[in-house]
């Protein structure tokens, strides 16, 4: 059995025999949890359901399908591979598939489909979801008591405009008195270093018996738990409305199992997916989106981290790649690439003082955690931050493998009217740092009629190999993916072109 495998079963040893009424687990169910099949689903950024379908498969080892409704994507797992899952880059939220229906016959009348609903509550099959759900809100403690460590430590920064500065003494003492927490938290945040964690939280498991008596007696006392449901509905052909289905069915559930409802503050939202005539009932396994990851200093444009992954897996980085985001803003990109690329080294580049201060306190932030979590000094990530001219990069001609990168949309920051001359000099300036034939580039924009006109004018240097369309905060944007031709860069003087670079 390997460690992952036995530290799940200390697990569910451990917390599947907290006091819940409605939820019964007998001794044959301990022994056959850890070959227990669950449905997993996840969403996804819009656009992106190809590459963690791809993510899934190369960490996880099992096939996924893509649902109609964009932005999701299903795959089936055993136990003990929940906490792997949770380790997903590409993902943004997690829930356990309670059941499926492809194609759910809904009546024409209105109080017959809310009916229907109601009727729905008690024949689901709820037992395993729940088992899942419970296993899943063990690390959601662990994760709470590990934020307050954090927020204690933090008080000891020294106000100089820098980063907070740990006590490295202090460090190791609030480590070590929650060594359970940091390690089955490590493994739901930091995937560098997962290869530990499966010894780590064997041995911290074990050892969980000392369990102070408050927190043993908030185990032992019944509850009654709270919950919500959430209705998630596209479509045009149905006769009632998300919260009236909410309602009705969270109605049902209610009288089922006897819970509390609590819009706000909850223990277990109840998912109700409809696009069309597929329904799909689900609990939740995140409270907050896993792309809340790695920034902790925001700009006015700051990029999703399962977005920045989703680009960064387009570019296929190989080891010892240079890796360049020229307009990095908070720094979302190379930072992402730098937690799951070790291998290669990022640099983060901007032209605003702000913006390079930014990911440079991202940066530092990210060591200081992985600091704590680590209980010693960290050896650092790949990655440094600069400032600097996008149209006049401080990198020798073909230095640079791979460029990945945020374009202005000329709304937020800039203007659709200054594109039209930043866009071609940034593809001129990438086309001389980046290495022919063997560079690329993937660059995101919502302008898509100023770059695809700038594009159009480097042929040459440039070659589009595919186009994503993606959702970016409402936005509908394109993810352009490009290939550097052989053709040796030459310089607008060298050419003979004079006073400009388009």
């Not at 209105?110 to 609903?117: Q, Y």
């Not at 479509?235 to 009705?248: I, L, M, P, W, Y």
């Not at 770059?451 to 509908?476: C, E, I, P, Q, Y």
């Amino acid at each position: 059995m390997c460690d992952i495998e036995e530290a799940t079963n200390q697990l569910l040893d451990v917390n599947l025999h907290e006091n819940q009424s409605s939820v019964q687990v007998t001794e044959s169910d301990l022994r056959s949890e850890s070959e227990l099949l669950v449905t997993i689903g996840a969403t996804v950024p819009t656009g992106f359901e190809q590459t963690a379908a791809d993510e899934v498969r190369e960490k996880l080892g099992s096939s996924c399908k893509i649902s109609r409704d964009r932005g999701k994507i299903y795959f089936v797992i055993s136990v003990e591979s929940l906490a792997q899952v949770h380790c997903l880059r590409s993902v943004d939220n997690l829930f356990v598939v309670v059941q499926e229906f492809q194609d759910y016959q809904f009546k024409q009348i209105k109080e017959e489909v809310l009916k229907d609903f109601e009727d729905l509550a008690g024949k689901l099959p709820w037992s395993n979801p729940l088992k899942v759900w419970k296993i899943n809100a063990s690390f959601k403690k662990k994760k709470a008591k590990r934020k307050k460590i954090n927020q204690n430590l933090s008080k000891e920064k020294i106000n100089n405009g820098q980063e907070v500065k740990i006590n490295q003494r202090n460090v190791k003492k609030e480590f070590t008195s929650h060594a359970l927490d940091s390690h089955i938290l490590d493994y739901y945040e930091n995937p560098a270093i997962k290869e530990e964690v499966s010894t780590l939280v064997g041995d911290d498991l074990a050892s969980s018996k000392d369990e102070t008596d408050e927190s043993s007696k908030e185990e032992t006392e019944p509850q009654v738990l709270k919950f919500r449901v959430t209705c998630n509905r596209a479509g045009e052909k149905h006769c009632f409305t998300s919260n009236e289905a909410a309602r009705d069915f969270g109605g049902a559930v209610q009288d089922y199992f006897k819970w509390k409802a609590d819009m706000t503050n909850f223990d277990v939202e109840v998912l109700l997916n409809i696009h069309d005539n597929e329904v799909i009932v689900g609990i939740a396994l995140t409270e907050e989106s896993l792309h809340r990851r790695n920034i902790t200093h925001f700009g006015p444009t700051t990029l999703r981290s399962t977005l920045a992954y989703g680009m960064l897996r387009l570019c296929d980085p190989l080891p010892y790649d240079i890796i360049v985001d020229p307009m990095c803003g908070t720094g979302a990109i190379p930072i992402e690439g730098a937690t799951e690329w070790t291998d290669c080294f990022h640099i983060a580049g901007d032209n605003n003082p702000l913006a390079v201060n930014r990911a440079a306190n991202n940066i530092a932030s990210l060591l200081t955690k992985s600091q704590i979590k680590e209980g010693k000094p960290s050896w650092g990530l790949p990655i440094d931050a600069v400032q600097w001219d996008i149209c006049n990069l401080p990198l020798r001609t073909g230095s640079v493998d791979i460029i990945v990168t945020d374009l202005p949309f000329g709304k937020r920051m800039g203007s659709k009217k200054r594109n039209w001359n930043l866009y071609p000099a940034c593809l001129r300036e990438m086309s001389r740092v980046c290495t022919p034939t063997t560079g690329r580039a993937v660059l995101l924009t919502q302008d898509t009629k100023c770059f695809t006109k700038a594009l159009s004018g480097m042929r040459h240097v440039w070659r589009k190999v595919d186009t994503v369309w993606v959702n970016v905060g409402g936005l509908r944007a394109a993810v352009y993916v490009l290939i550097r031709t052989p053709q040796a860069f030459v310089h607008p003087s060298e050419d003979g072109e004079k006073g400009t670079l388009w």
